[in-house]
């Protein structure tokens, strides 16, 4: 897991992540523009999954895990926690579903807040749990996922 601002990890990611031209130009969008705004720009071969919703009490979202992907976590509106964990400390709650590469899991973890100008990218060997609200009301999350093959 790799948790830092946008501004920082375009300096280093074509070190973590060779032939990534087409991630950086996305990553320099995505410090700049708006959500709307990249829905309407072209980045090449880039997986861009556009998600908006209400964050929710911890208990009431699961980890989930990935095989065939890596998700780099992009919030451009509202707030929100993520938790994570080493995927071998957590409990499986539903089978591997290949159709859509998710599994989910029970168990503890550290949160992290991800907003405006911060990412995460998650491995499929991090289990994480998006979408945690912050305090007693909910926040309206848009966010971009980029799913990585891995």
Known sequence: MIYD?????????????PGSAELIRFLEAAASRTYDEI????F????????????????????EAHRIFWDLQIVFDGEELIGYAPLGSLAIVSEYDSTNDIAF???????LKLERGMMMLLSPSDGHRP??????????????VVKLPW
């Open 5 to 17: 601002s946008i501004d920082n990890y375009i300096k280093y990611a074509p070190k973590v992540l």
């Open 44 to 63: 090449g071969g880039l997986d861009l999954r556009f998600g908006e919703y209400a964050t929710k009490p911890e208990e009431e979202v699961p980890f």
């Open 131 to 144: 979408g945690v609200r912050i305090g007693a009301a909910p926040s309206h999350i848009r966010k971009i």
């Open 39 to 42: 829905k309407e720009m072209d």
């Open 105 to 111: 899991y029970s168990g503890k973890g550290q949160m």
